[in-house]
C-alpha cells in the first residue's frame, strides 16, 4: 500500500464531499419521470456543454490519450478534434429533431422513424456496448491509476468507484449526474493542465519537447501505409464512429434532451466543441513528456508514471481528485442512461401500470448486473490493442456503421423504412460480430497466412468504412424493394416532413430560438470550424 500524504487525502476526501453534496441536494426533488431521467428538461447551455464533455472525458482518456502519445504521438488526437465538428451536427441536425420528437431515449426515437425492431436492436446494443467500452474501460484506467497513486488493487479501486458513483446518480437522476459533471468537467481540466504546464517546465517547454522527439511524433496527418492512423481512416473512418458516439448513443444525447429548449441544447454542443479542443494538449502532449523524462515507460503507464514520479505531495491529490472525476462522470452518466434504456425500453413496456419507485428499482439491478459483466471483460481487453484509447476506437468501430447509416439517412430521406433499417443493422451487426470475434481470437491464438488474418488486419477505420457502405447500401436497396413509410409516420421526423409536427411537436417556446441566439450559434460555429482547420494546418 502506498503511503498517501496527509494533504493529498484531503484534497481528495474534498472532492468526494462536494460531489456527493451535489447529488444528495438534487436527489430531494426527484419525482415524476421526466424529473428523474431527463432532469426535468430545463438545463442550460453551459450545464449541458461542460455536461457532454465531462461525461466523454473518463479514465480512459487521461491513460489511453497519454499512453498513445508516448507510443506514436500527437495523430491520436484527431480523434478529439473531429468530435468538434461532430458535436456541431448534433447540434444543428439531430437536437432540433430529438426535441420535436419529445422522446426519452434514442431506441425510442429509432422506433418512431422505423419499427420496433430497430428499437430493441439499438437498445440491446447499446447495453452491449456499454459493457465493452463505457463501464469496463473506466474502471480498468481508472483502477490503473489508484494502483500506482494509493496501491489498491483492481477490484478494490473498481468498487469503490462504483459505489461512490452509484450514491449520487441512483439518488439524484440525471439532475445530479449533470450538475456533478460541471464541477468534474473544470476538475479534470485543471488537473489536467497543471500536469501539462509542470511537465512542458521540466522539459524546456514546447520547443524542447520538439527537439526532443522525433519529427514524427508532431505530424498529425500520417500516411495510408500507418497501422494506426491512416490519413484516409481518420477523415473517412473515424467521423462515422463520432456520428454514433455523439450524435446517436443515449449517454451522451441524453444530455442535449435535458436541454430547455432546442436552441439551448444547440448552444450546449458548439461550447462542447470548444472544450473537445482541449484533450490534445492537455491530455496527448503530457504522453509526450513522458517519453522524453522516462523513456522506459511505454503505452498506457504513461499519465500514471507522471502523476507518482513528477509532482509534488498536494498536486498529486489534485490530479487524483481530476482523474476521480473523470471516471465518476462517466460512470454516472453511463448509469442513468442504462437505467433509462432497460426502463423505458423493456420494463416499461412489459409493465405500462409500474411506479416510479418500481423503474428505478430496476434500473439499479441492471446498471449492477452490467457493471460485473463490465469488470468480467476487463482481462480480455489486452487481446484487442495494448493501447487502451485504440482499443476502444476499434470496438466502436464495429458497433456505429450501421447505426450511424440508419440515423443519417432517416433524417435527411424520407424514403427509407424499418424493413430497410432493420437489414442494415443486421447486417453491421454480422459484419462487426465477425471481425471482433476473430480479432480476439487472433490476439489469444495468431491465425496464419490466409484471407482471416488478412481480414483480421484491415485497419479498423478502414474497415468501419466498408461496413458503412455496406449497411448504407442494404439500407437503400431493401427500403426500395419494400412500401415506402406513411407520410403520418414520419411527421417531424425527417427534413422533408418537419413541418409536419402534429400534436407531438415542440411548440416556439420550446425551440427558444430568436435572432441573436441564432446568430451567436452561427458565429461560434464558424469560428470554431476555422480554429480546428488552422490546428491542422499547424500539426500537418
Known amino acids: 500500500m ?97 426535441h420535436r420528437s419529445r422522446v426519452f431515449t434514442m431506441p425510442e426515437f429509432l422506433e418512431r422513424r422505423y419499427n420496433h425492431a430497430c428499437r430493441m436492436y439499438l437498445t440491446s446494443i447499446s447495453i452491449i456496448a456499454y459493457v465493452l467500452t463505457k463501464i469496463a474501460v473506466a474502471l480498468y484506467a481508472g483502477a490503473l491509476l489508484l494502483k500506482f497513486t494509493i496501491g489498491w488493487d483492481f477490484y478494490t479501486s473498481a468498487i469503490v468507484l462504483v459505489v461512490l458513483t452509484g450514491i449520487y446518480t441512483i439518488s439524484g437522476g440525471l439532475a445530479a449526474v449533470i450538475y456533478t459533471e460541471v464541477v468534474q468537467a473544470f476538475i479534470l481540466i485543471g488537473g489536467a493542465l497543471l500536469l501539462t504546464l509542470v511537465g512542458l517546465d521540466r522539459v524546456g517547454g514546447f520547443a524542447g519537447l520538439r527537439a526532443a522527439l522525433p519529427p514524427d511524433y508532431f505530424d498529425m496527418i500520417r500516411p495510408l501505409s500507418d497501422p494506426d492512423f491512416p490519413w484516409t481512416g481518420i477523415f473517412l473512418g473515424a467521423p462515422i464512429l463520432g456520428i454514433w458516439y455523439w450524435c446517436t448513443d443515449q449517454v451522451i444525447v441524453q444530455k442535449t434532451l435535458s436541454a430547455r429548449n432546442v436552441a439551448q441544447g444547440r448552444l450546449g454542443s458548439i461550447f462542447a466543441g470548444y472544450l473537445k479542443i482541449l484533450p490534445v494538449f492537455i491530455l496527448v502532449l503530457p504522453g509526450l513528456v513522458a517519453k522524453v523524462l522516462y523513456p522506459e515507460v511505454s503505452g498506457d503507464e504513461a499519465f500514471p508514471t507522471l502523476v507518482v514520479r513528477l509532482l509534488p505531495p498536494g498536486l498529486t491529490g489534485i490530479l487524483v481528485a481530476a482523474l476521480l472525476a473523470a471516471v465518476m462522470s462517466s460512470l454516472s452518466a453511463t448509469f442513468n442512461s442504462s437505467s433509462t434504456l432497460i426502463t423505458f425500453d423493456f420494463y416499461q413496456r412489459l409493465h405500462p401500470g409500474a411506479s416510479e419507485r418500481q423503474l428505478v428499482h430496476v434500473g439499479r439491478v441492471a446498471t449492477g448486473v452490467m457493471v460485473v459483466l463490465g469488470i468480467l471483460w476487463v482481462p480480455f481487453m489486452k487481446y484487442i490493442s495494448s493501447q487502451l484509447f485504440i482499443y476502444l476506437q476499434s470496438v466502436q468501430a464495429y458497433i456505429s456503421p450501421p447505426i450511424a447509416a440508419v440515423f443519417l439517412l432517416g433524417v435527411f430521406w424520407k424514403r427509407v423504412n424499418g424493413a430497410g433499417a432493420f437489414a442494415a443493422l443486421i447486417t453491421g451487426l454480422v459484419l462487426g460480430g465477425v471481425r471482433f470475434i476473430l480479432e480476439v481470437w487472433n490476439g489469444i491464438q495468431p491465425f496464419g497466412p490466409g484471407w482471416i488474418l488478412t481480414l483480421v488486419k484491415i485497419n479498423f477505420l478502414h474497415y468501419a468504412v466498408y461496413m458503412f457502405l455496406v449497411c448504407t447500401a442494404v439500407l437503400v436497396i431493401v427500403s426500395l424493394l419494400t412500401p415506402a413509410p406513411s407520410r403520418r409516420q414520419l411527421r417531424g421526423l425527417t427534413y422533408a416532413t418537419a413541418a409536419d409536427t402534429g400534436e407531438e411537436g415542440a411548440t416556439v417556446a420550446e425551440v427558444g430560438d430568436t435572432p441573436r441566439l441564432r446568430a451567436a450559434s452561427w458565429f461560434f460555429t464558424l469560428l470554431l470550424i476555422l480554429t480546428l482547420i488552422s490546428l491542422w494546418y499547424y500539426f500537418r
Not at 456527493?20 to 426533488?29: C, P, T
Not at 465538428?85 to 441536425?93: Q, S
Open 2 to 98: 502506498t503511503q498517501v500524504p496527509t494533504i493529498d487525502i484531503v484534497i481528495i476526501a474534498s472532492y468526494f464531499a462536494v460531489v456527493l453534496g451535489i447529488g444528495f441536494y438534487f436527489s430531494r426533488s426527484r419525482q415524476t419521470s421526466t424529473d428523474y431521467f431527463l432532469a426535468s428538461r430545463d438545463v442550460g447551455w453551459f450545464a449541458v456543454g461542460a455536461s457532454l464533455f465531462a461525461t466523454n472525458i473518463s479514465s480512459e482518456h487521461f491513460i489511453g490519450l497519454s499512453g498513445s502519445g508516448a507510443s506514436t504521438g500527437l495523430p491520436i488526437g484527431h480523434f478529439e478534434w473531429l468530435a468538434c465538428l461532430i458535436v456541431l451536427l448534433l447540434g444543428w441536425v439531430f437536437v432540433p429533431f430529438y
